[in-house]
């Protein structure tokens, strides 16, 4: 009797059952018995019921996977993605930013809308900035781009710490080191870079003017550095005005040191650049002579990169002029010291640097020699977006 009550059951009982119970009491009426009453299944037996079957001992392997379904209907379509060449000018998601009095630039986002410098204000940036902005940037105060690298250090032996070559092709040169037995040549500087090179650069290297070369005994402090690298991307348009001013220039020559080569300026817009105000990536003069080292030469001129659908201004105000060497009473004299250098070379980068002065044997100093032009590059008519 059990064994049939079991079979009908497992035949009528879902799959999912696991555990086949019994009352533990149940009258017989007429010789009939109903099923639903005295046998029930779950995962565990109810109160006044005994397991008489575990089903899961049943359970055979698992079969095949059914077919794939099909597919559901396509989502609404996504919305757009910003145009690639809308992205050079970033996403303005800065928003508007107007610098209304003397600071360091130090903004974790330089995407904006609209960029301004007011008059009278200087902004110091890091060589290597980039500002972008969807709207406009206005520059009527000042942008100062801080150099970068290290100037040379001179020791007795002639060795010491190189000068930065910036974005030059190598080091300026340190100014030979000896005793007044022979004359002591100054040190010379690389060549300028090619113009088809200046086309090419389209962004700012953090390292962009080479610094100068150095002299024994020397300025100890690190001078003559070379001038940073700078960028504005504004769609909307840059100006610079008559009050306006950004600056890469290098740094002054210390004490027999070469000065600093200019830096690189890129402005780049799908409307106007206008130059009303003064551009510059200026080479700087080199140092003095001591009574141990002869006068250093100047910097090479650095780049500025114009790229524009129109660009207007007056090119007077863009500058990227090679420095001076010492003249006068501080440019020719004598050197005592019994250990003595000619004058450390000029950076380099558009421009050739000066080649430091000549130490002679009786310590005359015969002169450094001036930094070269440096390049300035104008490109209009088209949305330079696309090269950004």
Not at 110 to 139: E, Y
Request: glycine share 22%; proline share 3%; with cysteine.
């Amino acid at each position: 009797m059990i064994r049939l009550l079991i079979l009908a059951l497992l035949i009528t009982t879902p799959a999912f059952a696991d555990k086949l119970c019994i009352k533990k009491k149940q009258a017989v009426k007429n010789e009939k018995v109903a099923l639903k009453k005295i046998l029930r299944t779950g995962s565990t037996c109810p109160s006044g019921y005994i397991e008489v079957l575990d089903t899961s001992i049943f359970q055979g392997p698992s079969g095949a996977d059914g077919q794939d379904g099909t597919n559901g209907a396509d989502g609404a379509a996504g919305s757009d993605g910003q145009d690639g060449m809308d992205a050079a000018w970033g996403d303005g998601s800065a928003g508007a930013r107007v610098v209304s009095a003397n600071e360091d630039l130090d903004d974790d986002n330089l995407q904006f809308t609209d960029f301004t410098v007011n008059s009278g204000v200087t902004l110091t940036v890091p060589s290597g900035t980039i500002i972008r902005c969807t709207g406009t940037a206005t520059i009527n105060g000042t942008i100062q781009v801080e150099t970068a690298g290290n100037s040379a250090s001179v020791s007795t032996l002639g060795l010491g710490r190189p000068a930065s070559q910036g974005f030059s092709t190598q080091s300026s040169g340190n100014g030979e080191v000896g005793d007044n037995s022979n004359n002591r040549q100054g040190g010379y500087a690389p060549l300028a870079l090619d113009s088809l090179i200046g086309r090419s650069i389209i962004r700012p290297p953090v390292f962009a003017g080479g610094a100068g070369g150095g002299g024994y005994g020397g300025s100890a402090t690190n001078v003559g550095q070379g001038g940073g690298g700078f960028a504005i991307y504004c769609q909307g348009g840059i100006t610079v005005s008559g009050t306006g001013l950004i600056s890469a220039n290098g740094g002054y020559g210390g004490n027999c040191q070469g000065g600093g080569a200019g830096g690189i300026i890129i402005l780049a817009s799908a409307g106007t650049v206008d130059h009303s105000g003064p551009i510059r990536a200026r080479g700087n003069t080199g140092g003095a002579y001591s009574t141990s080292c002869a006068q250093g030469g100047g910097g090479g001129g650095g780049l500025i990169h114009i790229l524009a659908q129109t660009i207007s201004g007056n090119d007077a105000n863009l500058s990227a002029s090679g420095g001076g060497a010492i003249t006068g009473a501080q440019g020719a004299g004598t050197v005592t010291s019994g250990t003595r250098s000619g004058g450390g070379a000029g950076g380099s980068l558009f421009g050739a640097g000066g080649n430091g002065s000549l130490v002679a044997m009786d310590g005359a100093t015969l002169g450094a020699f001036v930094g070269s032009d440096g390049l300035i590059i104008k490109r209009q008519g088209f949305n330079p977006a696309g090269m950004l």
